[in-house]
């Protein structure tokens, strides 16, 4: 019986059973719009393909004038952000490798009076170049900025001095990631994002599936403790997790040719503190959801953020600060400073326990809220 | 110990504005199978969940096994068996999988061994790597008994483990809970079916979360003051529109080709029957069914279940 009016009717009668059902799934339907709009704020407040205010060490073996003007001039283009001193070169170097500064720019002693004389003294700027779109700008930038602040400097009875070629040696050392190889910056971070995608989302789905098949209340009925419950259910994942790892360190060493400067054990370390914060999130999100669909929800919604503020694909100095604080919170911020730190500049422990700590505190975090959200019996 | 299997006093349970529970007591002795009756949302699941520590009462206490329903649930769940009234148990393992899986969670000794003669017992050990999806409605029920009672739980909670099963099924499954009883595990088991409440020790039945009458199936039969009337013969059809809702006529219900009118008041009902005599109907007193003293039971308990004022 096809007739326009029952067509209508049908559609209809579909059609507003459809919008009930959306109507009393409320988080799916608060999902619809909070996904679309956290993307338009972090795509559109956070994520800055120019980064400025990179942290900066400064090593001045004198200070005069010039070098003092040449100084204040980094830090007013904005781009340098001069946040500490060091007298040490190997300081320096501890301070690039644990990620603290992005830059540390040197002035060699005699600086000024070799400028005086134009002998064309020497400015050392050492960059972390592991992410290469983080770093370049700022270093395209440093001669212009250097030749410009001299300019106002060199007046009067040193008018003669002022730059036709600047009258300085500028020189660059890109440190981790010399020739600015992408995949040496993408491949390591995307062992971090492909583990928090799956662990996560296996995780969520871990409880959800049960109150969804009815077999939940089977297992309430078991003498089973929350705890034993949530550790028997994350454990298998624990070696999905190990096997991933194993994938991608194969493939990123024999496929992209990614070097590896540091140590095995902290990466596994690291590794493993990642691979229990993910899980322990995901049975977090696992006692929040209803069902299966919602749990991939809360997946993604917390997938996103993860991606785009943890400096996996946009640099995470170049955010404004409450994105990077947000980002702070995420482990997989962490994990990829233990990542690119040990695979690109050798790292040690000592530079990279702050992430660890901040890491274990996120797992025990979840933790303690899968704790206290599963419920014991069926109120 | 406690005497009783189950001993609880005033348990409700409150949903938000809801009252699914309204102030249930039970005492039932160890060794004994009960029978829990009443119509569908009348409380019984709810009562069970309570009882075996999956839901905590609103108000009330008690005991199950001697053990705190609130505070010691794990203990119950250590010592109970429940079987809930949707299948449970997981459809994507096999059904030895399934019956290993629970010996395990309860440690129990011998695991193997033991899973093998409960399979045998169920006469599952030629299915037994089948996926439990596979079984069909009255399999699915026996493999979750035998998951419950492999352990040998002292107290067996059942709720509609027949619902949906063929009546040989329904038989072999009845054999089995007795089989149980004599072995000494008390039993609770809800259901909707009246022979299968003939077969309890006694009868607990429930309306509106509210225990409306207890006891074996005859004294409940007596103490519901039932008259029933049979009648039989042509034009019953005319007889019971026309007798339903008459004073003195509580209901009226097709039993075959017969009816059954019944009432609590003898002098109405024997008003509205001898009217009818003149009639091609045959009319004789019949002592009440069970059936017969439920439905006037639902009828008379109210149909108010919202909290009270």
Known sequence: ?379 | MSEFAIDVRGLVKRFGEKVAVDGVDIQMPRGQVWGFLGPNGSGKTTTIRMICGLLNPTQGEGTCLGHDIVHEADQIKLATGYMTQKFSFWSDLTIRENLEFVARLYQTPSMREHVDVTLETLGLTKRQHQLAAALSGGWKQRLALAAVTMRAPKLLLLDEPTAGVDPQARRDFWDEIHRLSTDGMTVLVSTHYMDEAERCDQIVYLANGKVVTQGHVNDIIDASELITYRAEGNGIRQLASGLRGQPGVDHVAYFGAALHVSGTNRALLEQVTANREQTSIEWQEVRPTLEDTFIALMAHASDDRRPHA
Not at chain 1, 181 to 187: C, G, K, M, R, S
């Open chain 1, 1 to 379: 019986m096809i007739s326009p009016r029952g067509i209508f009717a049908r559609t209809g009668a579909i059609f507003t059973k459809e919008l009930i059902q959306m109507r009393r799934d409320r988080l799916t339907f608060g999902m619809m719009f909070a996904i679309p709009v956290m993307q338009l704020i972090l795509f559109g407040y956070a994520i800055n393909t120019d980064p400025k205010s990179l942290p900066t060490a400064v090593h001045a073996e004198e200070q005069t004038a010039i070098v003092r003007t040449l100084l204040q001039a980094l830090e007013t283009s904005e781009y340098y952000d001069l946040v500490l001193e060091t007298a040490d070169p190997e300081e320096s170097a501890r301070l690039l490798a644990s990620g603290k500064v992005a830059f540390v720019v040197s002035f060699p002693a005699g600086f000024t009076k070799r400028l005086i004389r134009g002998d064309r003294p020497q400015i050392l700027i050492e960059a972390d170049a592991s992410d290469p779109a983080a770093s370049s700008n700022a270093i395209a930038r440093a001669e212009t900025i250097f030749t410009q602040a001299l300019r106002h400097e060199l007046t009067g009875a040193l008018a003669h001095l002022a730059p036709q070629p600047p009258p300085f040696d500028l020189v660059v050392h890109p440190r981790y990631n010399p020739e600015g190889v992408t995949q040496y910056n993408i491949v390591p971070g995307l062992l971090g994002v492909i583990l928090t995608m799956t662990l996560v989302m296996i995780t969520a789905m871990a409880m959800t599936r049960e109150v969804e098949r009815g077999t939940m209340e089977n297992l309430l009925a078991m003498p089973a403790r929350p705890s034993e419950v949530m550790l028997g259910k994350i454990l298998p994942y624990v070696v999905v997790g190990a096997v991933q790892t194993v994938v991608v360190l194969i493939t990123a060493r024999y496929l992209f040719n990614v070097p590896f400067a540091g140590a095995m054990w902290i990466l596994l370390l690291g590794v493993a503190v990642f691979v229990l914060a993910n899980l322990a999130l995901g049975f977090t999100f696992s006692t929040i959801a209803a069902s299966q669909l919602q749990a991939m929800q809360l997946t993604f919604f917390f997938f996103l953020p993860s991606i785009l503020l943890s400096g996996f694909m946009f640099p995470f100095r170049g955010m404004p600060n409450w994105a990077q604080m947000i980002g702070e919170v995420l482990p997989l911020t962490h994990f990829l400073r233990i990542v690119r730190g040990v695979m690109l500049k050798g790292a040690g422990i000592e530079d990279l326990q702050g992430a660890l700590i901040a890491m274990t505190l996120f797992t025990l975090a979840a933790t303690a809220v899968a704790m206290m959200r599963y419920r014991r019996t069926l109120d």
